[in-house]
């Protein structure tokens, strides 16, 4: 049997949580915490899935604009960067799975959970974008995703969904990404 290998990051006590079920179910797994060690963890290696978990973020400022940029940069933005330097790494048949989840710690900081999950849904977009022609799946889970529910996706299983969950479509192999992307625009179009 070939075994899978999966990176999981974000933070230590989620990614040792998902890490655990996904050798339970024979993945070999690669954790990673820190963002800073990321490349070096993929180097020369082939992942057949990446599961993004959310990461804990201090937002700091003396004021709350200066606390929500924090919190944004350090934490949503990050994940971007994290994406661009594992994705080179994935298979072409692989899964990323992006759990969102970042919430600020100072309770004077405002937040609208909705618009971060879009964000996520923007870069599971730009992951097929930039991957195409590839079959990469993209899933975008709740804050309140279950472990198992994390390795459902990651193994491209169907899973019960959480709440907010949401698969990024995913364009067909024989198509070109921006032939899709403008068929499902025209789509909507027509729908509207």
Known sequence: MVEKTVLVTGSEERVHE??????????????????GALAAVVAGRQIDAYVQLPARTRAQGHSVIRRVRDFLASGLLERFKAVE??????????????????????ASTPDDQQARVALLRVLGRAVQAESAPTRIRVSVLGHDASSMQVVECALGREPARSSDSTDVAVAPTDVRYEDWRAEIIGLAYVES
């Open 85 to 106: 330097t594992v994705l080179p790494a994935l298979s072409e048949n692989g899964a990323v799975v992006l759990v969102a989840g970042h919430l600020p710690d100072v």
């Open 18 to 35: 998902v890490a655990e079920a996904l050798r339970g179910e024979g993945v070999e797994v690669l954790e990673a915490s820190d963002p």
